[in-house]
């Protein structure tokens, strides 16, 4: 049977029911059965940090299971950044546990009066203090906890989900983090500390599933992107970032980092003790890494990870290798966005350089590393004049410091810019501005034009039909296109509980093998039906925006990507220097011309020219429910 576990922290009560089978029917799992849960049970009138609000962790039917890197969880919940909807997506070793024990989703509701956490075996749900564990770090947090409970598995907060701060993460594995839109703020609003899980009973996989993944875990493992992440990891994107100019520095003012070769991956590599992976993994993307003296002296641990590495590197004009470490782990262990605190710090950064920020205890100075790792610690725990401001996310802090400082706040749906320029690649601008959880890469990843991919757009009939400018990464024709198809498969790969670097990074793995591993697995689904249900789960997420009042007025950019025109050098070392003026240029005056392609974004997708779904659209996917949602 499927479960669902929900949990009231107020009255201390805990149900196991049964998922209901048309909802995995028409949403699958994990994102999108936690989408369609959180439409249905909170509204526009309930506070994110509220006891009313839920937090969900859910599990996708793929989850736990052989199929190439099946270990990813979601947590959702109504967001603190954006006001509406929220998730994060989690890989490691948590989300198979919790699948083991046997659930879908925990829905947690109410707030306990004291900080608790939840120890889970199988059907037995506990609910305990953890009174002792309030005020720690995460990974002391994690080895608490199992060393108390033999098996576990474990979720947390840091400091910084404890304090409320909006872009607070919760982390498993000692360094896993469900990062974006604050889910862990939502669990230090409910006074839950962290969750211990562990599973008992094997999954039963049936010979057929087995058959499918014999046929398609060789086509992710000798995938060239793959082989790519398994010799030097994520931080390999730096290399190729730098020379296209899609490496943001310098908080956007420039798409290329002078300094380069000091944090590329061959950099990066001194301090790599081997490398990991998550559950079911082949590709074991990750990097063990450690200082292992000096000022920024780091214990081994996971990471950094490309957004990480840009964000505490060239977006604050870093070019110290032991000071990103450092403050890779900082941040896991304060449990908080590695993403929105790098765009914060380069926003306090070039305010005080704009004469617009002041600070007694930091100097503001960019790459000044005592700045970066002391407004970590101060955002996370919302000290500090200039950590208690930027503690608000940069939308806000713009708004009280006002002045031109609104130009330069990256942030789309006050979720802080990930680490991609828009004006290099036009549809990952596009993607930026329509994702429904705000500011995202992961939301649509659309990257074919960017990896020259034409084998899956020889597979696909709208992308095949667009001709050789969708491939023109800074051309925005056709990107509406692109944009549409590979949000739907993103949801797909979400809600099915697997990484998209065995997916929608490669498309080594297409949407109909998908549902050849479900059909083997004994879910009755078609091809055509799995990938409705990715366009299903985007479109609910936008009806739960709707109904808090979004539309085409949040589907923006930051004012730098759409006024400021940037240019790509051929030698990034110029960058910054006396020679910057008569450097050669690639591309040259570069900007966002985000209206065109919001307009066929929002025509291809069956919504009106304001961003909301129409009626028949929502017929379509058999959402009739939703109708009475529609603004009148």
């Known amino acids: 049977m499927a479960k669902t576990a929900w949990i009231n922290l107020s009255n201390r009560e805990v149900s196991i029911r049964e998922t209901p089978k048309d909802l995995l029917q028409k949403y699958i799992g994990s994102r999108g059965i936690a989408a369609k849960m959180l439409y249905d049970l909170v509204d526009k009138k309930v506070a994110p940090l509220s006891p009313e609000n839920v937090l969900i962790f859910s599990t996708g039917p793929l989850t736990g299971t052989p199929w190439p890197s099946a270990a990813r969880y979601t947590v959702t919940a109504k967001s603190p950044a954006t006001g509406a909807y929220g998730y994060a997506n989690s890989s490691g070793f948590f989300g198979p546990q919790m699948k083991k024990a046997g659930y879908d ?13 939840l120890h889970v075996e199988d059907n037995d749900i506990k609910i305990l203090s953890a009174e002792d564990l309030w005020g720690k770090e995460t990974g002391e947090t994690e080895d608490i906890l199992k060393a108390r409970h033999e098996g576990v598995k474990v979720a947390e907060i840091g400091p910084a989900g404890e304090n409320l701060i909006q872009m607070a993460s919760v982390i498993n594995d000692h360094g896993r983090a469900a990062a974006r839109t604050g889910m862990g703020a939502v669990m230090g609003s409910k006074n839950l500390k962290a969750i211990a899980v562990r599973g008992t009973k094997p999954l039963e996989i049936p010979p057929k599933f087995r058959d499918v993944i014999k046929r398609v875990a060789p086509l992710v493992n000798k995938n060239p992107a793959a082989l790519d992440y398994n010799q030097w990891g994520t931080v390999i994107l730096l290399n190729y970032k730098n020379r296209s100019g899609d ?89 908080i966005d590695t993403i929105s605190v790098g765009v914060l710090i380069a926003f306090a950064m070039e305010a005080h350089e704009k004469g617009l920020l002041y600070d007694e205890k930091y100097n503001l100075n960019w790459g000044d590393p005592g700045t970066i790792i002391g ?53 990952m601008a596009l993607a930026h501005a329509t994702s429904n959880r705000g500011a995202d890469h992961l939301y649509a990843l659309p990257t074919i034009d960017l990896t020259g991919n034409l084998d899956i757009v020889s597979k696909v009939p709208s992308l095949k039909a667009c001709g050789p400018e ?128 919001l307009d066929d974004y929002y025509r291809l997708g069956g919504w009106d020219r304001n961003g909301i779904p129409l009626e028949k659209r929502l017929k379509e996917l058999k959402m009739e429910e939703c109708i009475t949602d529609l603004p009148l």
């Not at 989703?105 to 956490?117: L, R, T």
């Open 105 to 117: 989703m925990f829905i947690i509701q109410g707030k306990s009066p004291v900080p608790v956490y």
């Open 375 to 427: 407004l970590i610690e101060d955002i996370s725990r919302r000290t500090g004049t200039t950590g208690a401001l930027l503690a608000q996310g940069v939308k806000k802090a713009a708004e009280i410091l006002g002045g031109e400082s609104k130009q330069f706040a990256m942030e789309v749906k006050n979720v802080e810019i990930p680490r991609q320029e828009g004006r290099v690649l036009k549809a």
């Open 247 to 335: 490496n943001p520095s310098k908080n956007h003012l420039y798409g290329q980092f002078p300094m380069g070769d000091n944090l590329n991956a061959q950099a990066i590599a001194k301090y790599t003790i081997k490398n990991k992976g998550c559950f079911a993994c082949g590709i074991k993307c990750a990097r063990m890494t450690e200082v292992p003296d000096g000022p920024y002296k780091t214990p081994l641990q996971e990471g950094p990870e490309y957004e990480t590495a840009n964000s505490l590197g060239p977006n604050v004009w870093n070019d110290n290798p032991e000071v990103l470490i450092y403050c890779n782990k900082l941040c896991n262990e304060m449990g």
């Open 470 to 597: 969708l491939m023109e990464t800074s051309s925005e024709k056709f990107k509406a296109e692109m944009v549409r198809y590979t949000e739907a498969c993103n949801a797909l790969a979400d809600a099915l509980g697997i990484c998209k670097f065995t997916f929608t990074e490669t498309y080594a793995i297409l949407p109909a093998d998908l549902a050849e591993g479900l059909r083997a697995l004994g879910i009755d689904i078609s091809d055509e039906e799995l990938f409705h249900a990715g366009e299903r789960i985007v479109t609910i997420e936008r009806m739960y925006n709707v109904k808090h009042g979004f539309s085409r007025k949040d589907d923006t950019l930051p004012g730098r990507n759409l006024h400021e025109p940037l240019n790509v050098y051929v030698e990034p070392k110029e960058i910054g220097t006396i020679h910057e003026e008569t450097a050669e240029l690639v591309k040259e005056g570069l900007l966002v011309n985000l209206e065109p392609m």
